[in-house]
C-alpha cells in the first residue's frame, strides 16, 4: 500500500478514535436520580390541581379581550382594568398579602417577602394581552375567539395558549402556597405584562424602570418561550423533550421602497417599480444571512451538546463531535426544506417579507413600491450588519433602504445553563413530568417581555407549556386542560425556593409591608 495511502487511514483511524471518545466519555446531563429537595417534600400536603376548575378560571380570562395595539383605546383600557379586577377577585390572599406596586400602566407587579433576605429574589413573568383577531378570520374559529369555551377537553379562545395560562399557573401557585402557609425561602416578584403583544413598552420597561430605581437585582427570571413536546428532536427514542430558553433573538425590519413616474398601463416603461422591487426582495430571499455553525458554538449547539448523551445512534456520535460535523449539520438545517423550519431559525438570522404596498388601479402605473423585510437576529448579528446585508446583496441604487420605525430589538445576551435558576427550573420540570424528561437550552426565536430584565439579572429562562397539549393558527387556539395544571405544578416547585449551593448575594431591602405601594 503506497505511504500516502497509509497516512490517510492512520489519520482516519485517528480521528474516528477521537470521536468515539468523545461520544463514550460524555455521560447524560439530565437528573434522571435526583434526591428530592426539601421544599419539593414540602409540597405533598398541598391538593392535586381541580383541572375542571382551572379550565373554568382560565376560559374566565380568555372573555377578557385584552387585545393590545401600538395606541390603546378607550374600549381595551377599560378590558385591560376589567381583567385585572377580576384577578384581584379570583386571588384575593395574592393580591392582599403580597405587596403589590403601582406602575402607573395595567400590568401588574406583585413582591412576596421570602424568610431569607440576604438572598437575591427571583421573578416569575407573563402577559395578559393578547394579538388581534382579522375580522374575515372569525368564521374559521371551532369556537367564538373570546369565548373560553370549554368542550371537556379543550379551553378554546384567543390568548388559550399565549399566554393566559401562563398567568393562571403563577397566580393558582401562588394562591394554594398562601392558603397551604408555606412561606418562601427566597423572595420572589410576579409581573403581569399588558403590551407583551406590541414590544412591552408600557408595560415590562416600565416594571424594570420602577425595580431598578429600587436598586432591585434578580437571581433569575422566567418566562414564556420554550416548550415541553416529543418528537421535536431526532433520536430521543419517544421521550419529551423540555426546551427552556437562555437567549432571545432580536427584531428589526426594514422598509425597501421604489419610486418611479407612473402613468397609464398602456404604454409601461421596461421596468416598473413593483418589478424592480420584486427583483430586490427574490435577491434577499435567496440570499438569506449566512448561519452560525454549530461547530463556533451558541445555543443551538448547546442543544445538542445536552442531549447527545441520551440520542440513540448515529445522532449521538454526530452530536458529541460537532467539531467534526457541525458543518455538516449546519448546512443540513439551514438548507434543507424537508426539515421543520425551527432549526433553520435557530442557526441563522431569518429573513421574511411581511408587507407590500404598491397601486392604486388596475390600469394605472405605480409611483412607488414598498416592501417590509422582518429579520429575527442571531445573537452575534446586529441590525447594522442586516442593514449592509441588504445593500450588498439587492445591489440595486434605485431601492432605497430605511429602518422601520415601529419596533427594534438586538438579539439579548445568553444565559449559562449551569445557574441556579436554569437548575431549579429543571428540577421542577422533572418533578412535574418526570425523570425520563429530556431538558435542553434553547433560542427563542419570537420576541417576549424577558428581553428587559438582562439589565436586572444575567439568568433568564423562558419556558412555556407542552406543544402536545396545544394547537395554535391564525384562525384557532386551544388549550388542553392538563396544560394548565403541569404549569401550576411546575410553578409550586419554584416558589418556595432553596438555597442555592453558591455564596448568597445581599438582595437590596425596601419596605415589604402588604400594601400597595405607589
Not at 81 to 109: G, M, P, Q
Request: with cysteine; charged share 20%.
Amino acid at each position: 500500500m503506497p505511504q500516502a495511502l497509509w497516512i490517510l487511514l492512520s489519520l482516519f483511524l485517528l480521528v474516528f478514535a477521537i470521536c468515539i471518545f468523545n461520544m463514550v466519555a460524555t455521560t447524560s446531563r439530565q437528573c434522571i436520580q435526583l434526591s428530592k429537595p426539601p421544599h419539593l417534600a414540602a409540597l405533598a400536603p398541598l391538593p392535586q390541581p381541580d383541572k375542571q376548575a382551572l379550565a373554568a378560571r382560565l376560559g374566565a380570562l380568555i372573555r377578557f379581550k385584552t387585545v393590545s395595539h401600538h395606541n390603546e383605546t378607550f374600549e381595551e383600557k377599560h378590558e385591560f382594568a376589567a381583567l385585572v379586577e377580576h384577578l384581584e377577585k379570583t386571588y384575593r390572599n395574592t393580591f392582599e398579602r403580597l405587596t403589590r406596586y403601582r406602575i402607573d400602566c395595567h400590568s401588574v407587579l406583585l413582591y412576596c417577602e421570602g424568610s431569607d433576605a440576604s438572598l437575591l429574589p427571583f421573578l416569575l413573568a407573563s402577559h395578559f394581552d393578547v394579538v388581534p383577531v382579522a375580522p374575515e378570520t372569525e368564521a374559521q374559529w371551532t369556537h367564538s375567539p373570546f369565548s373560553g369555551e370549554n368542550d371537556g377537553t379543550h379551553v378554546w379562545g384567543r390568548g388559550a395558549l399565549d399566554d393566559k395560562p401562563g398567568v393562571l399557573g403563577i397566580l393558582e401557585a401562588t394562591e394554594d402556597l398562601l392558603v397551604a402557609g408555606l412561606r418562601p425561602t427566597r423572595g420572589f416578584y410576579i409581573a403581569l405584562g399588558h403590551d407583551e403583544e406590541v414590544g412591552g413598552s408600557r408595560g415590562a420597561v416600565r416594571i424594570v424602570e420602577f425595580l431598578k430605581s429600587k436598586n432591585v437585582r434578580l437571581e433569575f427570571m422566567l418566562d414564556e418561550g420554550g416548550i415541553i413536546a416529543e418528537g421535536i428532536i431526532p433520536g430521543t427514542s419517544g421521550r419529551a423533550v423540555a426546551t427552556i430558553g437562555v437567549a432571545e433573538k432580536g427584531a428589526v425590519s426594514f422598509d425597501l421602497s421604489v419610486q418611479g413616474p407612473g402613468g397609464h398601463s398602456s404604454m409601461p416603461p421596461y421596468e416598473t417599480p413593483i418589478g424592480i422591487l420584486a427583483d430586490g426582495l427574490r435577491r434577499l430571499e435567496r440570499a438569506q444571512v449566512a448561519p452560525v455553525g454549530l461547530e463556533r458554538g451558541g445555543v443551538f449547539a448547546s442543544t445538542l451538546t445536552f442531549l447527545a448523551p441520551d440520542l440513540s445512534l448515529p445522532l449521538r456520535f454526530v452530536a458529541s463531535n460537532q467539531w467534526l460535523f457541525g458543518p455538516i449539520l449546519t448546512f443540513l438545517v439551514s438548507n434543507f426544506h424537508f426539515l421543520p423550519t425551527a432549526f433553520n431559525a435557530m442557526v441563522r438570522t431569518t429573513t421574511a417579507i411581511t408587507l407590500v404596498h404598491a397601486g392604486i388601479k388596475d390600469n394605472v402605473l405605480p409611483q412607488s413600491a414598498t416592501a417590509t423585510v422582518n429579520f429575527r437576529l442571531q445573537p452575534g448579528d446586529s441590525a447594522d450588519d442586516i442593514r449592509r446585508h441588504i445593500l450588498a446583496t439587492v445591489n440595486d441604487a434605485r431601492i432605497t433602504v430605511k429602518e422601520h420605525s415601529r419596533f427594534l430589538s438586538e438579539a439579548s445576551p445568553v444565559s449559562p445553563h449551569d445557574s441556579f435558576g436554569f437548575e431549579l427550573v429543571r428540577r421542577a420540570l422533572h418533578d412535574t413530568v418526570g425523570h425520563d424528561l429530556l431538558v435542553a437550552p434553547y433560542l427563542v426565536v419570537g420576541a417576549t417581555d424577558a428581553r428587559h430584565y438582562y439589565v436586572l439579572t444575567e439568568n433568564v429562562s423562558a419556558l412555556s407549556a407542552d406543544s402536545a397539549d396545544v394547537h395554535r393558527s391564525g384562525a384557532d387556539s386551544r388549550c388542553e386542560r392538563t396544560s394548565s395544571g403541569r404549569k401550576l405544578t411546575r410553578n409550586r416547585g419554584l416558589l418556595p425556593a432553596p438555597n442555592p449551593e453558591q455564596p448568597t448575594h445581599t438582595h437590596h431591602t425596601h419596605k415589604r409591608s402588604r400594601r400597595v405601594v405607589e
